[in-house]
Structures are given as structure tokens and as C-alpha cells.
């Protein structure tokens, strides 16, 4: 009898390291790079600039990122096309999440192909970032995002995609710890499950927030919250 790939032990605990250590590693600091477009464009600049001076980007890019995020990409797909969803009969939550898993999956395989493509190789016709992406271009990171989120149409498509690699990721901690015997007990494991639900709903607000601050100041929260980074500006003394 044919073995199923989604049923080969060692390749499924590398699906579950590519997607928690160096992806999840990489979505945090993606979200914590992002979450300074609160700040201005000019936080948020500097901040793609440092990423730029990183020693050996390329490689770190390419063996931390593209490559852990193919595999774990196309062997999901191997394991949703494979997979026997029961929600008609046993229409439990760990099911409906279990379906979730797959389809967020699924869509964010797409997700970022498109946002790679667009804003990290600029090859998106249409687009501002097309010739510019913000790969190279660190002085003009801000608004090169700025105008691809004044389309209403991108912006919902980033924050679908904002939220649903929240959940795919938050859930995912959830299906390793019960995969790797680190959560153990019925009611362990349903306290981790709430944990990895309030997770992703915080992961997918600050998310949003930051996208949104791309062409509103401070995002969703009132000015007030950013007024301290104004403040601890340096002021150059006059001349008299």
C-alpha cells in the first residue's frame, strides 16, 4: 500500500520546525518593522535601511527564509490536498480550526507570492512598486507602501493576508506543542488552544494597525499614542 507523504513522520516534523523557527522568527520581526510605520516615514526608513546593512542579507534571505518557506509551503499543500475533512459529521472547533489551518494555508501560498514578488522584486505591472520595490529603495521604503495602500483593493488583500499568517501561525504553535509532547493533558491542552486563539487575534491587531498606519497617522489608534515619539525628538538649537 502507497505511503501517503503527509503521513511521513520525518517530513512532517520539518513542515512543523520550517513553519515555527525560522518563518514564525521572521513574520515577528516582519510585524515588529512594520509596526514602526506608527512612527513615520522616516522611522520606518531607517528601520529597512539596518535590515538592508545586514551581513550577507542575501543568504540569510534565501536560507532562512525562501527556501524553509517552499518547502513548508508546498508540503502543506501536499498535506491539505490529502487530508479527509469530517466538519459535516463532527462539527467540533479542533475540526473547523483544523480547516482553518488548511485554508489559510492555502491562501497564504498565494499571499506571498504576490507580496514577494510586488513589494520585494518590484515585478508587479500596475503597481507603484513595480521598478521600485522597497528591496533597494530604503529612502523611499514608507512611500512606496503608502501609495500601494491607498488601493483599497491591496490594503484588504494585506490585511487578509495579515490576518490569516496570524492565525496560520498562532494555531501552528498550538499543533506543535501537541505534536512534540510538550502540551500533554486535556485540560493543558485547552488552555494552550485559547492561548494560540488570543494570540493570533492580537498578532492580526497589531497587524492591521501598522498597515493601516501607512496612510493613517498612527494607524487605528488616536495620535496621542505616538505623540512620545515626536517628543523625544532632538531639537537643534537656534541660531540668534
Request: glycine fraction near 8%; aromatic fraction near 18%; charged fraction near 15%.
Amino acid at each position: 500500500m502507497a505511503i501517503k507523504i503527509s503521513k511521513t513522520f520525518l517530513m512532517r516534523k520539518l513542515h512543523q520546525i520550517t513553519g515555527i523557527v525560522p518563518l514564525g522568527t521572521f513574520y515577528f520581526v516582519h510585524l515588529f518593522t512594520n509596526s514602526k510605520s506608527m512612527s513615520g516615514d522616516q522611522v520606518f526608513n531607517d528601520s529597512v535601511a539596518d535590515i538592508h546593512h545586514i551581513p550577507y542579507l542575501l543568504f540569510v534571505e534565501i536560507g532562512g527564509i525562501f527556501l524553509p518557506l517552499l518547502f513548508h509551503s508546498i508540503y502543506g499543500i501536499f498535506i491539505s490536498a490529502e487530508a479527509r475533512n469530517n466538519v459535516s459529521n463532527y462539527g467540533y472547533g479542533r475540526n473547523w480550526f483544523y480547516v482553518f489551518q488548511r485554508v489559510t494555508g492555502i491562501f497564504l501560498f498565494f499571499f506571498l507570492i504576490f507580496h514577494l514578488a510586488n513589494l520585494r522584486f518590484g515585478l508587479i505591472p500596475g503597481l507603484e512598486s513595480y521598478g521600485n520595490p522597497v528591496a533597494g529603495n530604503a529612502d523611499r521604503a514608507f512611500a512606496i507602501v503608502a501609495a500601494e495602500f491607498k488601493n483599497i483593493w491591496i490594503l484588504i488583500f494585506y490585511i487578509l493576508g495579515v490576518t490569516a499568517t496570524a492565525w496560520h501561525l498562532a494555531y501552528g504553535f498550538f499543533l506543535f506543542a501537541v505534536d512534540w509532547g510538550i502540551v500533554i493533558g486535556e485540560k493543558a491542552q485547552r488552555y494552550a488552544l485559547y492561548g494560540s486563539v488570543g494570540l493570533s487575534i492580537l498578532l492580526s491587531i497589531v497587524g492591521i494597525n501598522a498597515a493601516v498606519a501607512f496612510i493613517e497617522p498612527c494607524g487605528l489608534l488616536p495620535r496621542a499614542f505616538c505623540e512620545q515619539v515626536e517628543k523625544n525628538e532632538i531639537v537643534k538649537p537656534q541660531k540668534f
